[in-house]
């Protein structure tokens, strides 16, 4: 349930006689239900039953929705078949409430007005509650106004003396209200009445939904810090008491948190940990804000596919169920991914179609966010007029409900126009404006991002001296923030400047960071996609495996309780068998009697019949009691019949299902298998189409040294052929991910001598300017078959990393490959750094770098570490810091018919 607020209703139940105790819904079926179930078998009672009927659904909404409503529904049948008004009414609002988790918005609405017009005494709460679930229903469709409506019509029932547990119930949604509607204080105001009157009366349910929505208000004032205090106390709440609806919530609000410091990985992952809480409890509009958070998310990680696939998700559900202020921001959202994609046209039918639905409902925060989209289409489009017009308008509406950052941005963009037009003073007086609204903001990012724009327009301008000192201004924000966005732009600006100035040489290495920086976001968004997959995929894997283990479990009941059955009916025929033995004795035995009671004397020969009249009599009630056995065994074999029909029914639509399942498995797993096979063809391109310029760049440094004289042209030159290398080993590293996670290998005999003496003729420059001796050994007896490309990866990239951390004196490296049963181990030493203790568990995970001296991208170790676990190997370090490192790998040796 979207409102379980039904708390605050518990005087009602209590006063038809049922002493409710409230519980938080966990994973299992509590013992309250098991109580009120085992009441409501024993009594006939209309009125109890309508009653327990009403407890059942109440208790069950939270844990399963859809048994909920069932139960309402059928104390709704009862009580008007019965005419218990009383039973009537709170029916109806549960009925209502049910259909409301169920998003089916018109009839929540229909039982809700129903229970309404039902009178009934002593149920004050429960007609406020109704109006505020009215109002609730109203303020989800976007209707407003009738929202407030309702609202106030739950306080006017204040003075007839409504609890204060529902009193804190409509409070808390007249906050949430303003919220929406951006009145933050008086949201403030609310929601501060709201949770006092919650701590009152002991409500952590409602305790939460009010902490969520005061972070939400800080969030709108700026005021982070308050706001992930109460996003925190959210959380805390939900994790004890496990609140599945707000564990969503707080899931959702880290998320947003952490992608405004620009902590995308980790935003991620609390985006989808939200979606897997979905599987435990689905709330339509609820499941819709998950999918539009993790769009969000990948449109700021310029993931615009991913991006646009969660926003139409999001979409259809907003549209099925006419929720118009979800609608709208999707719109817009959509508009906004195909603007970065430079898809104008579209952009702008989206972005106009979000401005017409926000007007329309009266959202004036929605209206100024798609105003400043459809502004930066125009800019984009050089439609300048229509931009300026459209981030005029956001501002004024920005100035009307106090939004200062968004005013900022309107006058940030406003900026940008009068850059394209080259009036430049015009442009740097809006940034003016801009820097005193976000000095009182106290955001180092925007101002970053301000101050970098400043110094870029200043440089136009050839004012160099103020532009020095906006950009030093913007690095120290930079690195306040860490934020990779204002590096970026830094850099590039920095750049600009010291060509300004005529200094190439300071020019070019700016330039070059800037493009190591461009790198590391790209090398993060390709780890993230690629973590996103394989969690993906595991996460349809591990469900299907659930799926598939409680259907054998179901499968061992149903055959457990037919072995029963089987052995009741077994005990029935013997004992059945058993008294008809008996009875056949007894009859043998009276008429042995007979028999010789007439040899011993006539006299007795009356008292005789009398006696086997008795018995007779006797005879004839065992008779029947041995047909009445025989009709129950007919019975109960026909009661076993029909139930091993029912499970030949359950196993043939298990076996439906499961060869439904494996045929879902294997087309996702072909999906996967293609989606990788497409990442794999995306690195073999890349890294051919980058070598060939890098190439180029390497042949013209070495013609630059034989042809060129001057000093500080040499030294560019050789500040380019460095630059050149470090690329290249990049991209082998990346053309090795590829060949690690390659479906098709190679199997065959790896000659091993060969392929040392190859790796180390690679590293004979480095390893000669290093003055490093090599000694190598190799000592089989038996040939090693393996995948050698996947061998040669995991040599090079050892024999790389000794190089690379060598010591300046007497430097060491030893190679050896010895067979130890029917297992290769190769070990790779040196006499270099080595690594602290601490750190031997880090040194294999993907981008870690352990030294300052490291000049890589922290990839090595970890795809030496991948390929070894392809090969079926194990990799160890033993390492002492200043005395050198080992690294040690065992593989199977295989044989000539494979692995």
Known sequence: MTNKSLYSINKFFKSVGLLMVFCIPVWGQSPVMDSLKDELKKTRDPVKRVNLLNALAYEFYDYNDSVGLSYALQALELAIKSDYKQGQKSAHTLVGTGYMTLADFDEALKHMRLSNKVESSDSIDLTAYN???LASLHRLLANYDSARYYYMRALELKEKGISPGMLGVVYKNLGYLEVILWNN???????????????SVKDNYLLAEVYGHLGSVYDHLLEYDLAEFYYGKLCELASRQILYFHLIKCELRKAELLSRKGLYAEALNAGLKALKLTDSYEYAPQVLEVYKTIGDIYSDLAQYDLALRYYFLALEIAEKYKIRWSTAQLYAQIGWVNKQQSNFDLALQYVNRSLALRQQIGDKHGVSNAYNYRGLIFYQTKKYNEAVADFRSSRRLREEIGHTEGVAASVFNLSLVYEDLREYDKALSMLDEVMVLERKLAN???????YNQVANILIKLKRLKEARQYLDMAADRADESNSI???????QYFAKWYEATGDYKHAYEHQVRFQQLNDSVY?????????EMEALYRVEQKEQQIKLLNQENELKENRLTLQQSRIRSQSIIIASSLIGLALATILAFNVYLYNRRIRKANYEILEQKEEIQTQAEELVDANEILVRLNREITEKTEEIQAQSEELMEANQTIHEINKGLEEKINERTNRLKEAYKELDTFFYRASHDFRRPLTTFMGLAEVARITVKEK??????????ETAHTLDRMLVKLQSISDVGAQQLVYKEVFIAELITDILDLFREDIQHKNIKVTSRVNLTDSFYSYPAMVKIVLGNLIENAIQFHTPDNSVMSVTVDQDGNYVV???ADNGQ???SELHDKIFEMYFRGSDRSKGNGLGLYIAKKAVEKLGGTIVVTSEVYMGSTFTVTLPMGNSNGM
Do not use: C, M, Y
């Open 131 to 133: 109006f505020s679930v």
């Open 523 to 531: 090398n993060r968004s390709v780890a993230t996609k690629l973590a």
């Open 712 to 721: 500080t042209a040499l030294e560019l030159f050789e500040k380019v052929d």
């Open 185 to 199: 204080t008086q949201a403030l105001h609310w929601l501060k009445e709201s949770e006092r009157l919650a701590i």
């Open 826 to 828: 190769l070990k790779v």
């Open 485 to 491: 966005i204002i590096k970026l732009n830094n850099e």
């Open 834 to 836: 080595g690594i602290e």
């Open 444 to 450: 180092p990012v925007s101002i970053g991002i301000t």
